[in-house]
Antibody, heavy 123, light 106 residues
Framework: QVQLQESGPGLVKPSETLSLTCTVS??????????WMWIRQHPGKGLEWIGY???????YYNPSLKSLVTISLDTSKNQFSLKLNSVTAADTAVYYC???????????????WGQGTMVSVSP | DIQMTQSPSTLSASVGDRVTITCRAS??????LAWYQQKPGKAPQLLIY???TLQSGVPSRFSGSGSGTEFTLTISSLQPDDFATYYC????????FGQGTKVEIK
């Protein structure tokens, strides 16, 4: 059974770069068909999709964050990563990685999620 | 961007009640609509995809309907484990979530 696990610092200083990694176990990130996602949830708020990476390495980012976000893939470690530049207090949130289903062409719902990791931006 | 609007934002109900949550899209998302349940401190869990298809392992008291711009999630008989926040999500064009509906104990 595929599982996802986020890891990274829980505290980042303003203007610095937030870096998180999602480790995939129980399946290969290179098997194709799935989009690998980052989503965040501000405290007490709803869910915001950040972006995805496909097994081929292609990416797409939420336009509201596009200039600040980079998502990359490390197939040798079965991991994908998120970098968010120039963070502010507004980036304080729980960050989730997730996988979309593989039911055919186009996009799909997210069937597997990591447990989430809280990241605070503070001096 | 496709905007998703859920109603109500909060719903008070009792065990055994039939509960309905509505989700409206700012433009047609055809049938590409999912519902998630989230409990405090936990990641969301997929309940329904393609508007009405129950995810494996999800109890049959959950059902979804709709297409285009209007969708509903129904819980036929609310159970203690169902008190949670529910989100809709469109995936016709990328992904957008609704703001959530909290189902609380009356």
């Amino acid at each position: 059974q595929v599982q996802l696990q986020e890891s990274g610092p829980g505290l980042v200083k303003p203007s610095e770069t937030l870096s998180l990694t999602c480790t995939v176990s129980g399946g290969s990130i290179s098997s194709g068909g799935h989009y690998w996602m980052w989503i965040r949830q501000h405290p007490g708020k709803g869910l915001e999709w950040i972006g995805y990476i496909y097994y081929s390495g292609s990416t797409y980012y939420n336009p509201s964050l596009k200039s600040l976000v980079t998502i990359s893939l490390d197939t040798s470690k079965n991991q994908f990563s998120l970098k968010l530049n120039s963070v502010t207090a507004a980036d304080t949130a729980v960050y989730y990685c997730a996988r979309s289903m593989d039911l055919g062409p186009g996009y799909d719902a997210f069937d597997i999620w990591g447990q989430g990791t809280m990241v605070s931006v503070s001096p | 961007d496709i905007q998703m609007t859920q109603s109500p934002s909060t719903l008070s109900a009792s065990v055994g009640d039939r509960v309905t949550i509505t989700c409206r899209a700012s433009q047609s998302v055809r049938m590409w609509l999912a519902w998630y349940q989230q409990k405090p401190g936990k990641a969301p869990q997929l309940l329904i995809y393609k508007a009405s298809t129950l995810q494996s392992g999800v109890p049959s008291r959950f059902s979804g309907s709709g297409s285009g711009t209007e969708f509903t999630l129904t819980i036929s008989s609310l159970q203690p484990d169902d008190f949670a926040t529910y989100y809709c999500q469109q995936y016709d064009r990328f992904w957008t979530f609704g703001q959530g509906t909290k189902v609380e104990i009356k």
